[in-house]
């Protein structure tokens, strides 16, 4: 009987017990330019990890593309993020932040599909991978943009969204990306109702 109490109460601790959560991950430290939290660290990251397989795939365009304007997009790319990854591994370093020194499985996996095709197929996966890419890491940079209280992150992130938005521009000039693959835009909270709006008005 005493077993079975035992087996209780352990499952009732893990009900009402949060998950354990990795200290290092989730504090914040302070700097010289003010508190460096989790998703300050995870945007540093996730910028070093979009450089390290858009430069080498935009190296593949100037062999596998078949477009011209796909060859010069890669180049451009490859160009942008070889600056943008000094600037992340600068900030990184004065920041005390540990940065990867690979692409994450999925972006390995990416690299690997553009890496085995050639011509058109290339040039079409090429524009649909990389403008999906870009547009999830958009939505962590300015997230952190507006939200941080890190001058130095905030300063970054600013940057980091000019370079998105101009490789987005870049990949859609190509003609090949196809919008109705992408995410649609969150749908918005409904507004309140017009006749509780306008009671508002006339009891204020």
Known sequence: MLGGFVVAAAATIALVMPPSIDPAASQSTETSSGPL?????????????????????????QTRAQSQRVKE??????????DLDLLTRQLAKKLGVALPDEPNPD?????????????????????????????KVFTVVAGVRSGTRNSEIRKFAAEGI????RHMSYLE????????DLPEAPTPAPAPPIAMAADTRRHS
């Open 37 to 61: 939290t989790a998703a300050d660290r995870d945007l540093l990251v996730k910028v070093r990890q979009a450089g390290l397989w858009e430069m080498p795939v935009g190296e593949y365009a």
């Open 73 to 82: 997009v890669g180049r451009l790319i490859n160009k942008e993020h070889m």
């Open 107 to 135: 972006q390995q996996r990416w690299m690997a599909q553009l890496a085995a095709e050639s011509g058109p197929a290339f040039d079409k996966d090429f524009a649909n991978l990389l403008r999906a890419a870009h547009g």
């Open 162 to 165: 000019n370079y998105v938005m």
């Open 173 to 180: 000039s190509t003609g090949l990306v196809n919008h109705d």
